[in-house]
């Protein structure tokens, strides 16, 4: 059973409408969406509660880059779901998608690449292994949306019971959730996974069948990207 997780904020409304559609017309295999908004913006939703049944909750952050990664990783408290599909409000699915898309061998896939392959995206191998004080070869952040095991957050909530605190004092962009999740599930759960190394064949045929894309929502919807967004819509 997958729950769908979205954090969303006023700003990505816009997006979110667009999202919410693509999961209700062209994404099967799910048994919930739950959408976290900060308390107070709640109001927000109430249009998109008539496209589709979400489940609403609330976190105490305002819009910030810490916080909302602090509410992901406590989304096990809200989810029902043996595993928690993380779905950003830019995330569209093309017709024909199904959660099943996210496994291989019947275990949840996480996408990982070695550092000295991922160009910039080699800033967060230090902030990784700041926290957890030990070397980390890969990075895990490839491939939107990100899909985990609910035991595995449950987990690394009771190793780390300052976890929430620690995120949220940490500087801008000093601290990466998938990041730190893709390396402690293969630490802790290897055998609860797929880690699929992104050169290897079949990351290209997971690639192939993963009908999300995401298009970064800071870029917009421009004319451009509404008359893509509306080709995978229809």
């Not at 249009?47 to 105490?60: A, G, Y």
């Not at 880059?65 to 096990?76: N, R, V």
């Not at 043996?82 to 061998?105: C, H, M, P, Q, R």
């Not at 996408?111 to 070397?135: H, L, M, Q, R």
């Amino acid at each position: 059973m997958v729950s769908i997780f979205i954090r969303t904020y006023r700003n990505d409304i816009k997006w979110l409408k667009y999202c919410l559609k693509s999961i209700r017309d062209n994404l099967t295999g799910y048994i919930e969406v739950v959408v976290a908004i900060p308390n107070g913006q709640e109001d927000l939703l109430q249009p998109l509660e008539d496209m589709i049944d979400i489940i609403v909750v609330t976190d105490t952050y305002t819009d910030d880059y810490l916080g909302q990664q602090a509410t992901k990783m406590q989304a096990h408290k809200w989810c029902s779901g043996d595993y928690i599909l993380f779905v950003d409000s830019d995330v569209i699915f093309s017709s024909g998608a199904d959660v099943k898309d996210y496994f291989e061998n019947e275990r949840p896939i996480i996408a990982k690449c070695d550092y000295s392959k991922v160009g910039d995206a080699v800033c967060w191998k230090p902030i990784t292994e700041k926290f957890f004080g030990e070397n980390v070869k890969h990075e895990y952040m490839r491939f939107a949306p990100q899909i985990f095991n609910r035991n595995t957050l449950e987990s690394i909530n009771e190793s780390y019971p300052n976890l929430e605190a620690y995120i949220i004092s940490q500087p801008y962009r000093k601290f990466s959730e998938f990041n730190v999740l893709g390396y402690y599930a293969e630490k802790t759960h290897p055998e609860l996974y797929s880690f699929l190394d992104t050169d290897s064949k079949q990351m290209a045929d997971f690639i192939k069948r993963n009908k999300a894309h995401q298009y970064w929502s800071w870029g917009g919807i421009t004319p451009h990207v509404a008359a893509k967004i509306n080709e995978q819509l229809n």
